[in-house]
């Protein structure tokens, strides 16, 4: 199986600040990376898919990049509403996996 | 508007049985591959199993396999996962989603995508 791992685990930040998460997959899955978003007690949203397209009524602040085993998802300025868990998510193979996930927090 | 609610969670003993459903509503299930995804309390997201438009082909993450089986019944636009020899670490929130994809034999073509969720239902296996 794939494996997608993520870092840091968690990041502390201000409103205002650029976020970059990292997710390195175990092999080669071309662009086959997606990203969501997940805030407590709530369902996950897309974000990111085919690694830096960005999903419908998504804002742009959020971008993302890589191909083949390294990719990123940066936010260019954080706002209030992104302090929540980012997972990344890898499609090359079948059977599908995530990464650990990313807790942006309250610096 | 779009979305999916699922049902059929609670509390079952170790070695049990339960059967989560997943209506869909605002769009034809038909014509997506549909997945589910489930998260322990406290951890992160856990791909579980997807099925194709016509429930041809199913994959499952090894934990699993043989005790999970994921169906579906276009025709009530809904997704089901029969869970069976339920074990503590099958307790989690369980999460149905449409995914935006197309496999052709065992080449993905494109992938946009988990895009709809629904809101969750919780699992809880104990004795």
């Known amino acids: 199986d794939i494996q997608m791992t993520q870092s840091p685990s968690s990041v502390s930040a201000s409103v205002g600040d650029r976020v970059t998460i990292t997710c390195r997959a175990s092999q080669d899955i071309r662009n086959w990376l997606a990203w969501y978003q997940q805030k407590p007690g709530k369902a996950p949203k897309l974000l990111i898919y085919?690694?830096?397209a960005l999903q419908s009524g998504v804002p742009s602040r959020f971008s993302g990049s890589g191909s083949g085993t390294d990719f990123t998802l940066t936010i260019s300025s954080l706002q209030p509403e992104d302090f929540a868990t980012y997972y990344c998510?890898?499609?090359?193979?079948?059977?599908?996996?995530f990464g650990g996930g990313t807790k942006v927090e309250v610096k | 508007e779009v979305q999916l609610v699922e049902s059929g969670g609670g509390l079952v003993q170790p070695g049990g049985s339960l059967r989560l459903s997943c209506a869909a509503s605002?769009?034809?299930?038909?014509?997506?591959?549909m997945t589910w995804v489930r998260q322990a309390p406290g951890k992160g997201l856990e791909w579980v199993a997807n099925i194709k438009q016509d429930g041809n082909e199913r994959y499952y993450v090894a934990s699993v396999k043989g005790r999970l089986t994921i169906s579906r019944d276009n025709v009530k636009n809904s997704l089901y996962l029969q869970m069976d020899s339920l074990r503590v670490e099958d307790t989690a929130v369980y999460y149905c989603?449409?995914?935006?994809?197309?496999?052709?034999?065992?080449?993905?073509?494109?992938?946009?995508?988990?895009?709809?969720w629904g809101q969750g239902t919780t699992v809880s296996v104990s004795s």
């Open positions: 605002g769009f034809r299930i038909s014509t997506y591959w």
């Open positions: 989603a449409r995914e935006q994809t197309m496999v052709r034999g065992d080449i993905r073509a494109y992938y946009y995508g988990m895009d709809v």
């Open positions: 998510q890898q499609a090359n193979s079948l059977l599908l996996t």
């Open positions: 085919s690694a830096s």
